[in-house]
């Protein structure tokens, strides 16, 4: 397997995350960036890009089913108000 020397620029943020991983798995900060950079790629090409849709498609479907959830919520919470209402 040859190998390619990169320079990679994280922000601080992702850097104090990996230098915890390191810390944690007693690896070196550049083990743990080659296992997060392994861990990304494999979870980016096993990822279904079916008839080429793109991410945003996913997110517009996940908004559409939290959109349900929330009418089928409002809905019940107006039947319950009125059944309320008319009781009185």
Known sequence: MNRV???VRVPMGQEVMIRRYAEARGLTRYQALSRVIEAGLGAVA??????GSNPGDDVMAALEARLAVIEALLDRSLFTASAAYARQ
């Open 5 to 7: 020397k990169l320079s």
């Open 46 to 51: 096993d990822a279904p890009m079916a008839g």
